[in-house]
């Protein structure tokens, strides 16, 4: 017995270890040595795997703990630990825990199998329908002022003639004799590490767990029918764009008895011929004429509201942006509006006749640069500095 390895040395951890400590440690070892894990190597994993199970069989056993720390190895001479031909015992409780018996491993045997199995063998109990999207397109001003309208939703329903079992008035479906009702199929593999379950949906009833053997004529043993039903909204003024709208139960049908999904609408707006939107604020552009920007003028300018008047201050440049407050968006369920900004181009007149020209070259000819164009002249004098 003296060539054997203490046992808290197999498995890493030290004589004070608690019980989780040393169950973790060979949970740990087990996975990594396993000979089905192994196949370079099969047998020396195999001899490890033996001694990293004699030495958990010890440990995990506060009793015979106990005996080892007293006696050591002497203790447990010719019981059978390490014998020929005892080969490599796993308890697969202790390798993956308790996962609601073997046949549900999680994780583990998710990545050596590619997936685990059911954990239940109930029957599924009512599920909540699935919701629906609507995408509604609304017009600049329904966005900005809101608007109560009605929409046409196609969506699935419970039948009203068999309350949704699918089955012919007075008559009530019949339990799936391949899932005995739960709508899944249970099957067994067995495999190195042991036997495992697996559960997939039952084909026979389509994981309802029911067979209608009288269907429904409305809904032809479907339990739902498909209908347009009319959805009474109400648009907040200031909604914008991608912005979403829940109704509350106007989703597709629950199963089973559950209850309805939820109505998402998605908000689009359609581009406005004069104004764009930033926020809460509204942004346009109004065109003036070269007098107009010159002299100054009072002009009609528009807004989501109608025409409002504006003064353009005497010699207002093109690309000069004007703030009307308050003509913009009302702020979505709060108080107050955005501003409008109006940027100003100014027009240069076309078509002109002779007496048009003549006077503006006069008007050109006698005046001067530095009173008149200001920016004309800063200009020039920096263009004179450059090549000076």
């Known amino acids: 017995m003296a060539d054997k390895k203490d046992y808290y040395e197999v498995l890493g951890v030290t004589k004070n270890a608690t019980d989780d400590e040393i169950k973790k440690a060979y949970r740990k070892l087990a996975r990594q040595y396993h000979p089905d894990l192994n196949r370079d190597d099969p047998k020396t994993a ?20 106990a005996q080892y720390d007293q006696f050591g190895h002497a203790a447990f001479s010719g ?7 005892g080969g490599v015992h796993i308890n697969m409780e202790d390798i993956f825990g308790n996962m609601g018996g073997f046949g549900g491993f999680g994780d583990i045997f998710g990545d050596f199998f590619g997936g685990g199995q059911s954990r239940t063998r109930q029957k599924r109990g009512p599920e909540r329908g699935a919701d629906l999207r609507y995408d509604l397109r609304i017009t600049f001003e329904e966005a900005a002022f809101g608007k109560k309208m009605t929409i046409k939703v196609p969506r699935m329903e419970t039948c009203e003639e068999c309350g949704g079992t699918g089955a012919k008035k007075g008559t009530t479906p019949d339990e799936c004799p391949d899932c005995h009702g739960t709508g899944m199929r249970q099957t067994t593999t067995r495999t190195p590490f042991g036997v495992i379950s697996n559960a997939r949906p039952c084909e026979r009833c389509h994981a309802t767990g ?11 043993g479907t339990g739902k029918i498909r209908v347009e039903r009319d959805i009474d909204l109400n648009i907040p ?16 049908a629950g199963e089973r008895g559950g209850q309805p999904g939820d109505l998402y609408v998605y908000i689009n707006i359609k581009p406005h011929k004069i104004f764009k939107r930033n926020n809460t604020d509204v942004h346009c ?15 009609e300018a528009p807004t989501i509201d109608g025409k409002v008047e504006l003064t353009i ?18 702020v979505l369920r709060g108080e107050g509006r955005g501003d409008e900004y109006v940027r100003v181009k100014v027009l240069t007149p076309q078509n002109l006749s002779t007496r048009q020209k003549k006077l503006l070259r006069e008007f050109e000819d006698g005046g001067s640069d530095s009173k008149n164009n200001p920016e004309k002249k800063s200009f020039f004098d920096k263009l004179k500095d450059l090549f000076e």
């Open 285 to 299: 552009e109004v065109p003036i004429s070269f007098v107009q920007a010159a002299l100054g003028a009072q002009i």
């Open 237 to 252: 003024r200031g909604v914008d764009e991608g912005q979403r709208l829940r109704i509350t139960g106007g989703g597709q």
């Open 210 to 220: 029911q067979i209608v053997k009288n269907p429904c004529g409305h809904c032809h």
């Open 46 to 65: 195999e001899a490890k795997m033996k001694e990293i199970n004699e030495a958990y069989d010890i440990l995990k056993d506060k009793e015979k703990r």
């Open 79 to 85: 019981a059978g630990y390490g014998g020929a031909g």
């Open 313 to 330: 201050p005497e010699g207002t440049q093109s690309g000069t942006v004007l703030k009307i407050r308050g003509k913009g968006i009302p």
